[in-house]
């Protein structure tokens, strides 16, 4: 399976975006003066900021580009905004869920997550990532799964505590969650023009 393994906080700064979106806290040095012109960018061009903003997408949800291209056709033919069909599709991904609900760190220990099976959907053992839920499934880290430190630390004493977004409900005392609905443009808070998405596969 093709892996996303670019570094995380260089990869953001050249996208213009936080490693918070990430799940990571940045380590910055103190600011030195190395480039003078740095700040005087040249302007980009049409081309350059539409692909720029379906990197950004691409890199935070870790998906690579024939798949990314698929849920482009698919959202372009489903009803509504493609757009926002689009970015919702990508958002109901396990891994993303996994993240969201705050049972992993990050989306790529997710990733891994379900890949090795720790998470069971609607009773059934799924290892698919890019597994998209619905409305009125219910996730739940595996019986075998709990004893495991990543999932214990979820409620130990320390423990860090995520609130999901509004369309999933977590149940942290049995590490499980229920999916409510499906989310909403309003839902995802990454800063990305997904019209400029639609505007460079329209070429």
Known sequence: MAKNMQPI???CKALGISPAYMGYTAKTKSNTIRDPKGQMRRKQGEYAMQLNEKQKVKFVYG???KQFRLYYEKAAKAPGQ???VLLTTIERRLDNVIYRLGFAMTRREARQ???HGHFNVNGKRVDIPSYLVKPGDVIEVREKSRQSPMFKRLTGEDAVIVTPPKWLEKDLSKLSAKVLTNPTREDID???EEQLIVELYSK
Request: glycine residues 6%; charged residues 25%; neutral net charge.
């Open 9 to 11: 906080v260089k990869r």
């Open 63 to 65: 998906i690579l580009e």
């Open 82 to 84: 493609t757009g926002e």
């Open 113 to 115: 997550a379900v890949n």
């Open 190 to 192: 990454l800063p990305v």
